[in-house]
Every structure is written in structure tokens, then in C-alpha cells.
């Protein structure tokens, strides 16, 4: 019966990968898509919860006894368009580091920081 | 036995997507991601998120992306620095979940936990107390209608900031100048621009039967909304943002979004005067039943509206700030040139 819980570790490798590109790429994009994988995983994660063998979609008709679960459901889809929001909120973030460092690269973008922190550091030793 | 199918799809997308350098190709296939993930929602009986998630992940969010590649660039530089830190952490942590996973209940079982409570009493008595077939509109805006007040509002809010980050204040002169270059694109896609136009009234209209039909099939405000804002995204993509904006007015939008919010608050602070808990429509009428209908009416054209213009405005800014950039791009061309 390990096939019954096949579904739980398609979502941990997803959630991992999902969380592997967000540590390990710099790019920012690449880092949104990563936060996207993982957010679906959590999405596959509770539909799959809802799912009853012999069920169907929770629409009430007549002669249909079995129903899937619809709380999962109700929350996915709100958190789905929920989702899209705070990702446009990212991109949109992304845009305006793009503007001011010229660059989407992590490692970059740290490099012009630390730079500019250190002749910071120097113009206050030497006024 | 199809959803094993789509599951091991998906993975295989995601590591393809780990391994790709081109920043638009990984998008595509995160479209492709999304579009494999509303299968198997379908798949698993959940239509109205497979709906969701159809018009969401594999349409708005790759536009999205893709607008955005276009200002940064679409190159993604190699790291210098090894991963295996990352894989380390990834790989505890996937084990340790993997470990927890055991104590799950089996993929489908009836008697597990999450399937004994709240859930049955939707399903008995949603009939009832509510009337309408689909139970998942029910719950989302009768049983959890406060819950689903707040995502409307968060919504608005990602809206806000995405209108903060990303707005340009436009002068007359850099939309004809705009519109010089819109033109001139257009006359090369002649066919998909009138195949467009003839869709779109149909889009709209398709737009409009999910969010009245929600209450008896999949649909309802949330779907709606992202295919109604698909449609003038659509328009807008081929026409240019400044035809767009000249049909469809940015401050116009704004306002509807706002206009939304405050419908869903209201039909809460009615109920409250009518001598009910905060969004209880039983009281909006002497009938409960028919209260009940009325106020799911009302708060999914609330979320209708709100989803449908924060998409609009968001495409409108991500598309504005582009074309702002272009400008700035061109004056600084033409003063270096000039010296």
C-alpha cells in the first residue's frame, strides 16, 4: 500500500525543488518560479487531502452519494488568486531592482551594496 | 492512474525548469506547469480550482513573467558559488518530510481525518441552509465568507503596491510617441488582431456566465474576474497599451477595485443592521434562503470586480512601466548622440 502515499512524496520532491531554486540560483525570476513550484506543491498537497475513492467533484445532484471534500478546495482557490497577487507584488519588486542596480543577479547586486557601504566606510574615516 | 501520470510530469518539469538557463524558456514551462497542475486537479475532483488555477498559473502569471523578462533581461547568469550547501538543506529537510509523510493517511481513504469534520455538515446541509448546488461556492461565500473577505483584500492590497512600485505619471506627449511605435508593430499581425477582436466579445461573455453560474456548476467571482481581465489584457497585447487606455480608462479600474471591496463590506454591514452576524445573509430577506442567494450574488460580483481591475491595473503597470522605460531609453539614445 505504499502507492498510498505517493502522492504526499510527489509533493515533497516538488516543494524541494521548489525550495532548491530559491536558495541555490541568484536570479531573481528564477527565485519567483522556484516560490511558484513551492506554492503549487501546497496546492497539490490539500487537493490531494480532499480526494475520496468513488468521489465526485463536490457539486450536489441526484444519485450521488460520495462527494470529495470542499473546505480544501475553497481555500486553494482563494490562495491561488491570492497567489498571483503577491507574485505580481514580487515581479513588480523585481522591475524596480532592476531600475536601480541594473542587474537581477543576487550575487551582483550584493557586490554594488558591499561596494558602496565601503566607500561609505572610507569617506567617513577621511572627511 | 492518470494523476501518477501528471504527477511525474510535473516533477519532470521541475527539474527541467532547475536546468534551464534562458529565463524564457523556463517560464513557458512554468505555463506548462500550471496547466498540468489544473489537470490533475480535475483529475481529482476539484473543478473549480482546476479553473482557477487554468486561467492563473498557466495565463496571467507566464504574461506576467514574460512582460517582465522583457525589462530585465532573459539571460541567467551562472553562480560562481557551488550548490551543494543548498542541496544539503534540501535534501535533510525533503527526508525528514518524507519521513512525516508515513504518518498520513492513504491517498483517498474515506475515514481520514480531515474528511470527519465541518466537511460533512457541508455537504448534508448546505442544501438547506444555502440553497444552491455547488458546494464549494457555499462555503466560499456564505460558510467562510469573512475568510474570503480577507483574500479579496489582500488582493486589493498587492494591488496598491504594485500601483505604488510600478506607476508612471504619464504626460500626453509620450503616448503619441507610444502609439507611433504600437502602430507600425500592428500592420504585422493582421490576422491574430481581427481573430482577437472577434473573440473577445466572447471571452466577456464567458466571463460573465462563470460568475452568474458559480453558484450551480464551477465558477464564481475569482474566475471570472482573471478571465474578464484576460480579455483586455488580450486587447491590450495586440492594440498597444495606449488604445487600451483610451478604451479603458486606468482610474476608471482603480475605482471598480475599491468599488468591490467596499460592495463585499457592505452587504456584511447590512447584515449587521438587519440584527445579523457580520456577512449572515439570512436576514438580507424575509426568506432565508433567498437572503442567502442574494448575498452570494452580491460578494461574488464584489470579488468579480476587484479580481477583474487588480489584474487590469497590474498588467497596466508592468506594460506602462516597460514603455516608460523604452522612452527613457530613447531621449538618453538621442542625447548621447547628439553630443
Given amino acids: 500500500m505504499l502507492i498510498g502515499l505517493f502522492n504526499d512524496w510527489i509533493v515533497v520532491v516538488l ?3 521548489g525550495l532548491y531554486i530559491v536558495i541555490a540560483h541568484g536570479n531573481l525570476i528564477k527565485k519567483l518560479i522556484g516560490l511558484t513550484i513551492f506554492q503549487t ?27 470529495s471534500n470542499p473546505l480544501p478546495h475553497v481555500l486553494i482557490l482563494t490562495a491561488i488568486v491570492v497567489g498571483i497577487a503577491t507574485t505580481a507584488l514580487g515581479l513588480s519588486l523585481v522591475v524596480r531592482i532592476k531600475e536601480s542596480y541594473n542587474s537581477i543577479e543576487e550575487e551582483e547586486i550584493q ?13 567617513e574615516e577621511n572627511p | 492512474m492518470i494523476d501518477i501520470v501528471l504527477l511525474t510530469l510535473l516533477v519532470v518539469i521541475a527539474i527541467a525548469i532547475i536546468r534551464m538557463k534562458d529565463l524564457f524558456a523556463a517560464v513557458m514551462l512554468a505555463g506548462i506547469y500550471g496547466l498540468l497542475s489544473a489537470s490533475f486537479f480535475v483529475a481529482m475532483d476539484a473543478v473549480d480550482v482546476a479553473f482557477t488555477e487554468a486561467a492563473v498559473g498557466a495565463g496571467i502569471s507566464t504574461l506576467l513573467m514574460l512582460v517582465v523578462i522583457t525589462m530585465t533581461g532573459s539571460k541567467e547568469k551562472p553562480t560562481r558559488h557551488k550548490p551543494f550547501s543548498a542541496l544539503f538543506v534540501v535534501i535533510i529537510t525533503g527526508g525528514l518530510l518524507i519521513y512525516g509523510t508515513l504518518d498520513m493517511p492513504y491517498f483517498g481513504s474515506a475515514d481520514a481525518p480531515i474528511h470527519n469534520h465541518t466537511s460533512p455538515r457541508y455537504i448534508k446541509d448546505s442544501m438547506q441552509e444555502i440553497g444552491i448546488p455547488n458546494i464549494v461556492t457555499s462555503v466560499l461565500a456564505s460558510y467562510r465568507a469573512f475568510d474570503t473577505f480577507g483574500e479579496v483584500v489582500v488582493i486589493f492590497t498587492a494591488g496598491i503596491g504594485v ?3 510600478l506607476s508612471v505619471a504619464r504626460s500626453k506627449e509620450n503616448d503619441d510617441k507610444i502609439e507611433a511605435i504600437n502602430d507600425s508593430m500592428h500592420q504585422q499581425h493582421l490576422v491574430i488582431r481581427i481573430i482577437s477582436k472577434m473573440l473577445i466579445p466572447f471571452i466577456f461573455l464567458f466571463a460573465l456566465y462563470v460568475q452568474f453560474h458559480g453558484d450551480f456548476g464551477p465558477g464564481g467571482g475569482f474566475q471570472a474576474g482573471v478571465i474578464f481581465a484576460s480579455a483586455i489584457i488580450l486587447y491590450t497585447m495586440l492594440f498597444g497599451l495606449s488604445t487600451a487606455r483610451k478604451v479603458i480608462n486606468q482610474t476608471f479600474v482603480q ?7 467596499l460592495l463585499y463590506g457592505s452587504v ?41 481591475s487588480v489584474m487590469v491595473v497590474i498588467f497596466f503597470n508592468f506594460a506602462g512601466r516597460r514603455a516608460f522605460q523604452q522612452h527613457k531609453k530613447k531621449l538618453q539614445d538621442k542625447e548621447s548622440s547628439a553630443c
Fill in chain 2, 255 to 261: 475605482i471598480i477595485a475599491a468599488l468591490g471591496v
Fill in chain 2, 163 to 165: 500601483l505604488t512600485l
Fill in chain 1, 15 to 17: 516543494m524541494m525543488i
Fill in chain 2, 268 to 308: 456584511g454591514i447590512v447584515s449587521l443592521m438587519n440584527g445579523g452576524n457580520f456577512l449572515d445573509y439570512n436576514v438580507l430577506s424575509s426568506n432565508p434562503i433567498t437572503g442567502q442567494h442574494l448575498g452570494i450574488l452580491l460578494i461574488e460580483w464584489g470579488v468579480g470586480c476587484t479580481v477583474a
Fill in chain 1, 111 to 123: 557586490q554594488q551594496d558591499n561596494d558602496e557601504q565601503l566607500s561609505m566606510n572610507k569617506a
Fill in chain 1, 41 to 67: 506543491s501546497v496546492f497539490i498537497f490539500y487537493i490531494s487531502m480532499a480526494n475520496v475513492d468513488g468521489g465526485t467533484a463536490p457539486i450536489l445532484a441526484d444519485g450521488i452519494n460520495q462527494y
